[in-house]
């Protein structure tokens, strides 16, 4: 256990963090795995749909910092790919 006192504020805070990060990150899981579903389903509408909610999503994590940009830009570069394959 810390000592200084600012040792244990950022222990505190860290755990905070991790929270607010696993929640964003679950999240952005969710809406991926909706995607995904609707496409194994060869519903065009529902996936089309589901991937225009989940772009924003995963911009939005990886603003916060929670994903790296690049593997948020190849999410979405990917998901896209899969919902044509629907055509």
């Given at each position: 256990m810390a000592h200084h006192k600012s040792a244990i504020k950022r222990i505190k805070q860290n755990e905070k963090r991790n929270a607010r990060n696993r929640h964003q990150k679950s999240t952005l899981k969710t809406?991926?795995?909706?995607?995904?579903?609707?496409?194994?389903?060869?519903?065009?509408?529902?996936?089309?749909?589901?991937?225009?909610?989940?772009?924003?999503?995963?911009?939005?994590t990886a603003t916060k910092g929670v994903i790296h940009k690049a593997n948020a830009s190849r999410s979405v570069s990917r998901l896209t790919k899969l919902v044509n394959t629907l055509g």
């Open positions: 809406y991926i795995k909706r995607v995904r579903e609707a496409v194994e389903s060869k519903d065009k509408e529902a996936a089309v749909a589901a991937l225009q909610v989940a772009i924003p999503v995963i911009d939005k």
